[in-house]
Each structure stands twice: as C-alpha cells, then as structure tokens.
C-alpha cells in the first residue's frame, strides 16, 4: 500500500514523534503539511527530510491552539496539494506538576495544545471532508495516559483522557458520514517531552526497568505505526485507542 498522492497534515510536525510520523508517511510517497509557530529553521529541517524520504512537504504559519489557524493549515492543504485526506493532530506538551501545583496558565496551555487543537483541527477537518465528499480519516496522538494515571502529571492526564473521549464521541458521531476517528497511545518514546527523564540516569533506570520491553520507544516505531494506519485499508476501525507501549499498561506487580 502507498500514500502517493495523498495528504497529511501533522501538527507538532516540527520535533519528536510528529517528525517521525512526517518521515514515515514521506518514505510511503505522502505530501506533509507541517505547521511552525516561531521556528520556521526546523520546518525547514524537516521538509528536507521528509523530500530525501521520497515525499513532499510544506510549512505553514499557524498556532493549533488557534481555530482560524487550524483553517489555515487545511487550507494550505488543499492550495498547495489539492486536498486533504489525513489530520494528525499530534502537537502535545506536558508540564509534570501534580494538581496541587498547577498554575492556571499551564493548565490552560496544556488543555489548548493538547485536547482544544485536537477538538477544532478535528471539526475543521471533519467539516472540510464532509463537504469535499471525500473519505477522511484523524488520527489522535494521545498517550497510554488517556487512561493511565500518571501522579505528578496531572493536567496531561486529563487532556488525554479528553482526547479519548473525543475520538470515542466524534467518532460516532462521524462514523456515517465518511470519516473515522483513531487514538494512537504509546507510552514512553525517546523523544524532547522526556528529555529531563533520559537525562537522569535513575530515573530512566526506574522508567525502563516498569517497561515489559525494557527499553522507550524510538520515534520511528510510533511514526511507522500512524503510517500503517494511514496506508492501510483495514477501514473498519474507529473511535477506539491503538496502544503502542511495550506492554507498560499490562506490567502488573511481580512477587
Ligand atoms: C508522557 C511521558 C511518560 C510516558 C510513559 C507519555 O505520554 O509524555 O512523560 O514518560 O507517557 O508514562
């Protein structure tokens, strides 16, 4: 199977598991719309990668926490590649504070980047499909932690669960008209988000040592995963979560 001529856009496409998802989808022949708030140096980067991957890519000027700009990437979608047929909403941050120390602020930023760009970029999208009369489908990058609890990261926890709920209830609600809904949830993948944890050598000891495989994720074994989502037609699924952790949710407690 082949993305030739098809389209996505992966937001947080600049970094991380969103660059891997760009550069998977590339090595499959898909055009990348890949957004940038204040650097556009590393969508640069990235665009060079995804075309020496075999696929074509462009960069647009748009904050995800912002609706008109969610309107602009899809626009610049179909102005640059003459249409849209995947939303990656992907772009995600965290602030690891527990509830009793969350600030206002990062609480608001965390649900806007997080779950409000996965929301609207899922209505703008979900519209756009619905009138162009085409097949669409949004894949969510959401993490074990939409159902996971994770003491000390509080106000991630509940934008992931929120993005569960969203892919499960929009989902339905656009499952008749053409366009499905798919959380992708890995667990722990090297990327910025982790930086402090692989920086700390018990930490990382403590992270690893919690994980079946025993090791994080690369990631490209995220990536590889959303472009088999976006290249297979395996069509039949929606509204529901693919967990990719190396079995951390199933670790149980050993004797
Ligand atoms: C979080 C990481 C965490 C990992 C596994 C990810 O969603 O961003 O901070 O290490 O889940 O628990």
């Not at 462009?58 to 849209?84: E, H, I, P, S």
């Amino acid at each position: 199977m082949s993305l030739e001529g098809k389209t996505l856009i992966v937001t947080g496409g600049n970094s991380g598991i969103g660059e891997a998802i760009a550069c998977a989808a590339a090595r499959s022949g898909a055009n990348i719309v890949v957004d940038y708030v204040v650097n556009p140096a590393e969508t640069d980067r990235v665009i060079e990668n995804v075309e020496q991957a075999g696929g074509k890519a462009v960069g647009v000027r748009a904050d995800v926490t912002r609706l008109d700009d969610l309107r602009t990437m899809v626009r610049k979608a179909v102005d640059t590649f003459g249409g849209l047929d995947v939303l990656v909403n992907n772009a995600g941050i965290e602030t690891r504070t527990s509830l009793l120390e969350t600030s206002e602020e990062d609480y608001d930023k965390v649900m806007s980047v997080n779950l409000k760009s996965a929301f609207f970029g899922s209505q703008v999208a979900g519209r756009y499909f619905i009138d162009a009369r085409r097949e669409g489908l949004i894949i969510n990058v959401s993490s074990v932690h939409e159902e996971w609890p994770m003491p000390g990261n509080t106000a991630y926890c509940v934008a992931k669960g929120g993005m569960r709920m969203l892919t499960r209830t929009a989902g339905v609600e656009l499952a008749g008209r053409g366009v499905r809904m798919i959380n992708v949830g890995p667990g722990a993948v090297a990327t910025p988000i982790n930086q402090s944890t692989m920086d700390d050598p018990d930490e990382l000891e403590r992270l690893e040592s919690a994980i079946p495989m025993g090791r994080m994720a690369r990631p490209e074994e995220i990536g590889d995963l959303v472009a088999m989502l976006a290249t297979s037609t395996a069509g039949y699924l929606t509204a529901t979560t693919v967990f990719t952790d190396g079995g951390i949710m199933q670790g149980g407690l050993g004797l």
